[in-house]
């Protein structure tokens, strides 16, 4: 089954689908109130995300000191993005995807 890349204004939805109508039914019915702005087959069965994209581009590795500082921070968000902060040089938008995505990992 196809894979398509289908985004709002407010998301990106990845999908498997029969065919292009079928992956804007998906869409419609989780975002019915949102207008797709770009439909893409994507040419294999797999998703790639880039650290780039998502600002990670350094040499260290970020789970690892994200995950230190929720542990420091007792699982505290506001805490652990500020030692991330500290710990870094980072900026608050760019601490806080990383946290945040770390949180969701189950630290």
Known sequence: MPLFEVETASHIIITWAEHEDAARAVVDDAYPTEEITRL??????????????????????????????????????????RLYMMETGTDLDRARKVIESNMVLGW
Do not use: F, M
Request: proline share 5%; aromatic share 2%.
């Open 40 to 81: 893409t087959r994507r040419p294999r069965d797999t998703w790639v995300i880039s650290k780039a994209q998502l600002g990670i581009i350094d040499s260290s590795d970020p789970c690892a000191v994200a995950r230190d500082c929720l542990d420091k921070a007792a699982g505290d968000k506001v805490h652990a993005i």
